[in-house]
Nanobody, 116 residues
Framework: QVQLVESGGGLVQAGGSLRLSCAAS????????MGWFRQAPGKERGIVAT????????TYADSVKGRFAISRDNAKNTVYLQMNSLRPEDTAVYYC?????????WGQGTQVTVSS
C-alpha cells in the first residue's frame, strides 16, 4: 500500500510560479511511473504530467508544455511539479498518483488558485 500526500499549493497571480510536492510512503515507490493530475470545478480529473521510474522520461499535457516540469527524488520518495507562467485556467486541485492511477492511492490533493 502507498500513501500519497500533496503539498505546495496556494493562491498566486497570473504569471507566477508554484512548486508542488508529493510525498509517498509505503513500498515500491521507485518502481512506479508517477503522474500529476488536476481537477477543476465542474470538470473531470485529467493528467498533467508523468515521469518514469528513473526520471529519464517525462510527458506533459499540451496545455502545460513549456511551463511545467515534473521531477522525482526516489531517495526521498517524492515527486515534484514546478509550475511557471501560471494562468487562471490552471486553477484546480492537483493530485499525484501512479500511472495508470490506482484508486486506493488518491490523496487529498492540493489547491492551486491563479488570479487574473
Amino acid at each position: 500500500q502507498v500513501q500519497l500526500v500533496e503539498s505546495g499549493g496556494g493562491l498566486v497571480q497570473a504569471g507566477g510560479s508554484l512548486r508542488l510536492s508529493c510525498a509517498a510512503s509505503g513500498r515500491a515507490f521507485s518502481d512506479y511511473t508517477m503522474g500529476w493530475f488536476r481537477q477543476a470545478p465542474g470538470k473531470e480529473r485529467g493528467i498533467v504530467a508523468t515521469i518514469n521510474w528513473s526520471g529519464g522520461r517525462t510527458t506533459y499535457a499540451d496545455s502545460v508544455k513549456g511551463r511545467f516540469a515534473i521531477s522525482r527524488d526516489n531517495a526521498k520518495n517524492t515527486v515534484y511539479l514546478q509550475m511557471n507562467s501560471l494562468r487562471p485556467e490552471d486553477t484546480a486541485v492537483y493530485y499525484c498518483n501512479r500511472v495508470p492511477p490506482a484508486t486506493d492511492y488518491w490523496g487529498q490533493g492540493t489547491q492551486v488558485t491563479v488570479s487574473s
